[in-house]
T-cell receptor, first 115, second 117 residues
Framework: KAGVTQTPRYLIKTRGQQVTLSCSPI?????VSWYQQTPGQGLQFLFE???????NKGNFPGRFSGRQFSNSRSEMNVSTLELGDSALYLC??????????????FGSGTQLSVL | AQTVTQSQPEMSVQEAETVTLSCTYD???????LFWYKQPPSRQMILVIR??????QNATENRFSVNFQKAAKSFSLKISDSQLGDAAMYFC??????????????FGQGTELSVKP
Protein backbone atom coordinates (compact mmCIF):
# COMPACT_ATOMS: atom_id res chain seq x y z
CA LYS A 1 0.00 0.00 0.00
CA ALA A 2 1.53 3.32 -1.06
CA GLY A 3 2.09 5.90 1.63
CA VAL A 4 1.22 9.58 1.65
CA THR A 5 2.79 11.22 -1.39
CA GLN A 6 3.67 14.89 -1.54
CA THR A 7 4.86 16.71 -4.63
CA PRO A 8 7.10 18.39 -5.35
CA ARG A 9 9.79 17.60 -2.78
CA TYR A 10 11.49 20.95 -3.19
CA LEU A 11 10.30 24.27 -4.50
CA ILE A 12 11.92 27.66 -4.89
CA LYS A 13 9.79 30.75 -5.42
CA THR A 14 10.22 34.50 -5.16
CA ARG A 15 8.31 36.93 -3.01
CA GLY A 16 4.91 37.86 -4.36
CA GLN A 17 4.44 34.67 -6.35
CA GLN A 18 1.94 31.99 -5.51
CA VAL A 19 2.52 28.28 -5.08
CA THR A 20 0.48 25.09 -5.10
CA LEU A 21 1.50 21.96 -3.23
CA SER A 22 -0.04 18.55 -3.75
CA CYS A 23 -0.79 15.66 -1.42
CA SER A 24 -2.09 12.22 -2.30
CA PRO A 25 -3.32 10.36 0.77
CA ILE A 26 -3.15 6.65 1.41
CA UNK A 27 -5.76 4.81 -0.62
CA UNK A 28 -9.06 4.78 1.24
CA UNK A 29 -8.17 7.70 3.50
CA UNK A 30 -10.62 10.56 3.31
CA UNK A 31 -9.10 13.06 5.73
CA VAL A 32 -6.09 15.16 4.77
CA SER A 33 -4.38 17.62 7.10
CA TRP A 34 -1.65 20.13 6.37
CA TYR A 35 1.09 21.36 8.68
CA GLN A 36 3.77 24.02 8.39
CA GLN A 37 7.15 23.34 9.98
CA THR A 38 9.68 26.11 10.57
CA PRO A 39 12.69 26.33 12.89
CA GLY A 40 11.17 29.27 14.74
CA GLN A 41 7.50 28.34 15.03
CA GLY A 42 7.82 24.57 14.97
CA LEU A 43 4.98 22.45 13.62
CA GLN A 44 1.71 24.28 13.18
CA PHE A 45 -1.63 22.98 11.96
CA LEU A 46 -2.89 24.70 8.83
CA PHE A 47 -6.17 22.98 7.98
CA GLU A 48 -7.92 19.66 7.52
CA UNK A 49 -10.14 18.50 4.70
CA UNK A 50 -12.65 15.69 4.77
CA UNK A 51 -14.94 14.73 1.91
CA UNK A 52 -13.96 17.84 -0.05
CA UNK A 53 -14.89 20.15 2.83
CA UNK A 54 -12.63 22.06 5.18
CA UNK A 55 -13.37 20.66 8.59
CA ASN A 56 -10.79 22.35 10.80
CA LYS A 57 -8.64 25.41 10.38
CA GLY A 58 -5.56 26.70 12.14
CA ASN A 59 -4.55 30.26 12.76
CA PHE A 60 -3.07 31.27 9.41
CA PRO A 61 -3.87 34.24 7.16
CA GLY A 62 -6.22 33.93 4.22
CA ARG A 63 -3.26 33.69 1.84
CA PHE A 64 -3.15 30.04 2.83
CA SER A 65 -5.92 28.01 1.29
CA GLY A 66 -6.60 24.46 0.31
CA ARG A 67 -8.99 22.15 -1.35
CA GLN A 68 -9.74 18.49 -1.66
CA PHE A 69 -10.88 16.59 -4.69
CA SER A 70 -13.36 13.75 -4.96
CA ASN A 71 -10.50 11.21 -4.97
CA SER A 72 -9.31 12.68 -1.64
CA ARG A 73 -6.18 14.22 -3.12
CA SER A 74 -5.57 17.63 -1.66
CA GLU A 75 -3.79 20.78 -2.70
CA MET A 76 -2.76 23.76 -0.68
CA ASN A 77 -2.12 27.16 -2.15
CA VAL A 78 -0.16 30.08 -0.79
CA SER A 79 -0.66 33.39 -2.56
CA THR A 80 1.53 36.48 -2.42
CA LEU A 81 4.46 34.61 -0.93
CA GLU A 82 6.46 36.19 1.86
CA LEU A 83 9.95 35.29 3.05
CA GLY A 84 8.43 33.90 6.23
CA ASP A 85 6.51 31.30 4.27
CA SER A 86 9.74 29.39 3.72
CA ALA A 87 9.07 26.12 5.49
CA LEU A 88 8.58 22.41 5.25
CA TYR A 89 4.94 21.70 4.49
CA LEU A 90 3.76 18.32 5.72
CA CYS A 91 0.62 16.52 4.76
CA UNK A 92 -1.01 13.78 6.81
CA UNK A 93 -3.88 11.47 6.07
CA UNK A 94 -6.19 9.32 8.11
CA UNK A 95 -9.24 7.25 7.34
CA UNK A 96 -11.87 9.68 8.55
CA UNK A 97 -10.27 11.79 11.24
CA UNK A 98 -13.43 11.63 13.28
CA UNK A 99 -12.01 9.66 16.14
CA UNK A 100 -8.95 10.63 18.13
CA UNK A 101 -7.63 7.08 18.09
CA UNK A 102 -7.20 7.02 14.32
CA UNK A 103 -3.60 6.86 13.27
CA UNK A 104 -2.21 9.76 11.27
CA UNK A 105 0.16 8.96 8.42
CA PHE A 106 2.56 11.66 7.27
CA GLY A 107 4.24 12.34 3.95
CA SER A 108 7.86 13.44 3.58
CA GLY A 109 6.87 17.03 2.96
CA THR A 110 7.54 19.77 0.45
CA GLN A 111 10.40 22.10 1.28
CA LEU A 112 9.45 25.59 0.10
CA SER A 113 12.07 28.32 -0.14
CA VAL A 114 10.97 31.88 -0.80
CA LEU A 115 13.69 34.22 -2.09
CA ALA B 1 -6.36 26.62 23.95
CA GLN B 2 -4.16 23.58 24.35
CA THR B 3 -0.39 23.90 24.48
CA VAL B 4 2.47 21.42 24.44
CA THR B 5 5.91 22.23 25.82
CA GLN B 6 9.19 20.39 25.38
CA SER B 7 11.82 22.08 27.48
CA GLN B 8 14.83 20.14 26.19
CA PRO B 9 15.90 21.38 22.74
CA GLU B 10 18.72 18.82 22.61
CA MET B 11 19.56 15.59 24.37
CA SER B 12 22.40 13.14 24.02
CA VAL B 13 22.68 9.49 25.01
CA GLN B 14 25.30 6.80 24.79
CA GLU B 15 24.44 3.79 22.69
CA ALA B 16 22.75 1.05 24.77
CA GLU B 17 21.92 3.53 27.54
CA THR B 18 18.52 4.92 28.55
CA VAL B 19 17.28 8.44 27.93
CA THR B 20 14.12 10.27 28.93
CA LEU B 21 12.57 13.10 26.94
CA SER B 22 10.22 15.46 28.75
CA CYS B 23 6.91 16.92 27.69
CA THR B 24 4.25 18.90 29.51
CA TYR B 25 0.91 20.01 28.18
CA ASP B 26 -1.98 22.19 29.15
CA UNK B 27 -5.63 21.49 28.45
CA UNK B 28 -9.02 21.84 30.03
CA UNK B 29 -10.35 18.81 28.18
CA UNK B 30 -10.79 15.47 29.89
CA UNK B 31 -10.68 13.33 26.75
CA UNK B 32 -7.55 13.52 24.65
CA UNK B 33 -4.66 11.56 23.22
CA LEU B 34 -0.94 12.17 23.53
CA PHE B 35 1.70 11.07 21.05
CA TRP B 36 5.41 10.92 20.53
CA TYR B 37 6.55 11.26 16.94
CA LYS B 38 10.03 10.76 15.54
CA GLN B 39 11.31 12.80 12.60
CA PRO B 40 14.55 11.46 11.09
CA PRO B 41 16.51 13.36 8.43
CA SER B 42 14.15 11.92 5.81
CA ARG B 43 11.61 14.38 7.33
CA GLN B 44 8.78 11.87 7.49
CA MET B 45 7.01 11.88 10.85
CA ILE B 46 6.85 8.42 12.37
CA LEU B 47 4.54 7.55 15.24
CA VAL B 48 6.54 6.14 18.14
CA ILE B 49 3.89 5.68 20.81
CA ARG B 50 0.51 7.00 21.87
CA UNK B 51 -1.39 7.27 25.14
CA UNK B 52 -5.11 7.61 25.72
CA UNK B 53 -5.82 10.02 28.55
CA UNK B 54 -8.49 7.78 30.05
CA UNK B 55 -6.03 4.92 30.45
CA UNK B 56 -4.02 4.94 33.65
CA GLN B 57 -1.59 2.33 32.40
CA ASN B 58 1.47 3.75 30.70
CA ALA B 59 1.87 2.80 27.05
CA THR B 60 4.82 0.67 25.96
CA GLU B 61 6.14 -0.19 22.50
CA ASN B 62 9.23 -2.40 22.60
CA ARG B 63 12.10 -0.17 23.81
CA PHE B 64 9.86 2.88 24.08
CA SER B 65 7.67 3.63 27.06
CA VAL B 66 5.96 6.67 28.50
CA ASN B 67 5.42 8.04 31.97
CA PHE B 68 1.98 9.62 31.85
CA GLN B 69 1.12 11.78 34.83
CA LYS B 70 -2.35 13.13 34.11
CA ALA B 71 -2.70 15.33 37.18
CA ALA B 72 0.67 16.91 36.55
CA LYS B 73 -0.01 17.06 32.79
CA SER B 74 3.29 15.44 32.09
CA PHE B 75 4.09 12.92 29.35
CA SER B 76 7.70 11.81 29.13
CA LEU B 77 9.23 9.30 26.72
CA LYS B 78 11.80 6.76 27.86
CA ILE B 79 14.01 5.08 25.29
CA SER B 80 15.81 2.02 26.60
CA ASP B 81 18.84 0.36 25.03
CA SER B 82 19.34 3.36 22.72
CA GLN B 83 20.41 2.56 19.19
CA LEU B 84 22.12 4.70 16.55
CA GLY B 85 18.92 4.62 14.54
CA ASP B 86 17.07 6.38 17.36
CA ALA B 87 18.88 9.62 16.55
CA ALA B 88 16.23 12.05 15.32
CA MET B 89 14.01 14.93 16.29
CA TYR B 90 11.27 13.84 18.69
CA PHE B 91 7.96 15.66 18.96
CA CYS B 92 5.35 15.40 21.64
CA UNK B 93 1.83 16.00 20.34
CA UNK B 94 -1.71 16.44 21.64
CA UNK B 95 -4.96 15.55 19.96
CA UNK B 96 -8.38 16.44 21.29
CA UNK B 97 -10.85 13.67 21.95
CA UNK B 98 -13.69 15.77 20.54
CA UNK B 99 -15.32 14.29 17.47
CA UNK B 100 -13.92 15.30 14.09
CA UNK B 101 -10.69 16.66 15.52
CA UNK B 102 -8.67 13.66 14.48
CA UNK B 103 -6.62 15.44 11.84
CA UNK B 104 -5.48 18.22 14.14
CA UNK B 105 -2.40 17.73 16.26
CA UNK B 106 -0.75 20.30 18.52
CA PHE B 107 2.99 19.78 18.64
CA GLY B 108 5.72 20.73 21.05
CA GLN B 109 8.89 22.40 19.81
CA GLY B 110 10.80 19.15 19.56
CA THR B 111 13.88 17.58 21.14
CA GLU B 112 16.88 16.72 18.99
CA LEU B 113 18.26 13.40 20.19
CA SER B 114 21.79 12.35 19.31
CA VAL B 115 23.14 8.88 20.03
CA LYS B 116 26.85 8.43 20.61
CA PRO B 117 28.49 5.13 19.62
Amino acid sequence: KAGVTQTPRYLIKTRGQQVTLSCSPISGHRSVSWYQQTPGQGLQFLFEYFSETQRNKGNFPGRFSGRQFSNSRSEMNVSTLELGDSALYLCASTYAGGAANEKLFFGSGTQLSVL
Amino acid sequence: AQTVTQSQPEMSVQEAETVTLSCTYDTSESDYYLFWYKQPPSRQMILVIRQEAYKQQNATENRFSVNFQKAAKSFSLKISDSQLGDAAMYFCAYRSGLHNQGGKLIFGQGTELSVKP
